[in-house]
């Protein structure tokens, strides 16, 4: 059992590698001990987000209530054929993540197989389901159990996936749209976006990241530094987003290069370790 697990905790961290550079670079400064749980979770969420999103040649509602089903039968089995559930529900158990995450964050999944004009409601569950219980995943295994420290970061963690999400659905505006018919913007219309409505959405992204940025100072030490990681370069990817006009962000996806990306790990490891962080 012990080589199952290990080599599905290889898969999950293949398919973090594969698909997202900066969470790599940001789960690598994890203290070692949360790398395989946070790669497990990261290929959980991944998979379902890839159903919903690139499936389309496929029954996509179908093959995300398979997935569920599976999802929590190897919770409750404590077992799956599948890696990336079986690595998923090691962590799920071990560290004693609520299946009301689970459950919401899989609702936000099946809200993407709908077409919907997300009301302020909406957006708000959309955002908890898809990014804020993803964020409070994590934070059961970087507070190995301690309850009371879970609960005075749970805001905060909140404020950082809420964040990290925002700024997704800013820089994908054009893409979502096009590829998906996908507007997350209450009372937003893509063919009258303009600067006046991206600067509304930009203050209330700058809020997010303020209040998540004292959570992550108070994050211990072994998980701090790569979440910070995650933090400065969605920070860098926001302001680089706020400094274009809304026709630039409906016509080209902004990225942040990879020399720009390693700057940015050099700077946080040097603040880590002049405890600046």
């Not at 898809?130 to 005075?152: I, N, P, T, W």
Request: charged fraction near 25%; glycine fraction near 4%; charge should be neutral.
């Amino acid at each position: 059992m012990d080589l199952f697990k290990d080599t599905c905790l290889k898969c999950s961290k293949l398919i973090t590698e594969a698909y997202s550079t900066s969470f790599t670079l940001g789960i690598k400064t994890l203290h070692r001990k949360f790398h395989d749980p946070i790669y497990a979770i990261y290929g959980f969420v991944r998979c379902a987000d890839e159903i919903v999103d690139t499936f389309h040649e496929h029954d996509k509602r179908k093959l995300l209530t398979e997935f569920s089903r599976q999802t929590f039968e190897a919770i409750e089995q404590g077992i799956s054929l599948n890696p990336v559930l079986h690595a998923f529900q090691c962590v799920v158990n071990e560290y004693k993540i609520d299946r009301a995450y689970i459950e919401a964050f899989l609702k936000s999944m099946a809200m993407d197989l709908e077409d919907h004009v997300y009301d302020p409601s909406l957006y708000k569950e959309y955002i908890y389901g898809s990014a804020e219980v993803v964020g409070l995943m994590c934070l059961k295994v970087f507070c190995e159990g301690d309850e009371e420290q879970f609960e005075r970061l749970k805001k905060p963690a909140c404020s950082l996936g809420a964040a990290f999400q925002k700024v997704n659905f800013l820089r994908d505006m054009q893409s979502d749209f096009k590829d998906r018919g996908r507007v997350y913007f209450p009372a937003v219309n893509i063919h009258t976006f303009n600067n006046v409505c991206k600067a509304q959405i930009e203050a209330d992204i700058a809020q997010d990241f303020e209040d998540a940025y004292a959570g992550i100072l108070a994050l211990p030490r072994s998980a701090r530094m790569g979440v910070y990681l995650a933090y400065v370069y969605y920070l860098k990817l926001f302001r680089k987003i706020k400094g274009l006009p809304a026709t630039q962000i409906l016509n080209e996806r902004v990225r942040v290069p990879d020399n720009t990306k390693f700057a940015l790990l050099l700077g946080s490891y040097v603040r880590y370790q002049l405890n600046a962080i």
